[in-house]
């Protein structure tokens, strides 16, 4: 049995004031969470007041990015033993919008992988097809695609695969729990095939306009471990309750 993993990105949101009331607010309403890992991916300046906000209670703490060197000439970038040193145990690598503003390749996104997993970071890797893909009966040969790159040459041990179709992030829009269900077993298939029995360790996350109400019918979904969380993570109250509905099943 997997074990859930509901992911908070807040992306390029609240200043380091406001990341700490969050803290304040949501470790009551999670504090009796069990059998459930809960992750908060704060922006890079909040890591250090946040891991400190979150030391010995049941929650991680994750980066929304990182550089493939670990120090050099690399103005603004932020390497593995950065994050490790500032209290982070996971990344998020690869999100759609790091591929779609910033460029990122799925061999950026590789080196990235193996930076992090060399150093000892969880990754959360993300893959997924965009609106004209899925309409063009493309999502399997871009899920394909994106594995075999991103994970080239890199065991699979210490990674969570999120899957977020770039047409439901921040569009109101959801994968159905049938269409979610259908990609993630592509996706377990694909690392079976790769990785053997591995595979049926790895948490596969859905992320994509994931709300409190809708959490409880994806996760319930044999291959849905968990949930990355964008724009409802941002409020306390609400992301306290897709934490609670996942590890209650409600």
């Known amino acids: 049995m997997r074990k859930p993993l509901i992911a908070a990105n807040w992306k390029m949101n609240k200043t380091t004031g406001e990341a700490e009331d969050f803290i304040h607010s949501f470790l009551p309403i999670v504090k009796d969470v069990m059998d459930v890992d809960i992750i908060i991916a704060p922006p890079f300046t909040s890591l250090i007041n946040v891991s400190r906000l979150l030391r010995g209670t049941n929650i991680k703490l994750a980066a929304q990015d990182v550089f493939y060197e670990d120090k050099g000439a690399f103005t603004g970038a932020v390497s593995p033993v950065m994050l490790l040193d500032a209290g982070c145990s996971f990344v998020i690598i690869g999100h759609s919008e790091r591929r779609q503003h910033f ?7 590789n080196k990235k992988v193996k930076a992090s997993r060399e150093n000892g970071l ?5 893959i997924g097809e965009s ?16 594995l075999s790159n991103s ?5 699979l041990r210490g990674i969570s695969i999120a899957y977020e179709p770039v ?6 829009r959801t994968a159905t729990p049938m269409q979610a269900n259908e990609a993630h077993a592509f996706i377990r298939g694909w690392l079976r095939k790769q990785y053997g029995e591995d595979a049926d360790k790895t948490r ?8 409190p109400e809708n959490i409880y019918s994806l996760t319930v ?7 990355l969380v964008g724009g409802a ?6 992301f306290g309750k897709i934490v609670i509905r996942a590890w209650r099943r409600i």
Request: contains cysteine; aromatic residues 4%; glycine residues 8%.
């Open 233 to 238: 993570s941002l409020d306390p109250q609400s």
């Open 204 to 211: 596969i996350l859905y992320g994509g306009s994931v709300t």
């Open 131 to 146: 609106l004209k893909e899925r309409e063009d009966s493309k999502t399997f040969e871009v899920l394909h695609r994106q």
């Open 221 to 227: 979904e044999p291959e849905v471990d968990g949930a």
């Open 103 to 109: 460029l990122e390749t799925d061999e950026i996104v």
């Open 167 to 172: 047409w439901a992030i921040g569009t109101g």
């Open 151 to 155: 994970l080239k040459d890199i065991p």
């Open 122 to 126: 969880e990754v959360i890797l993300c």
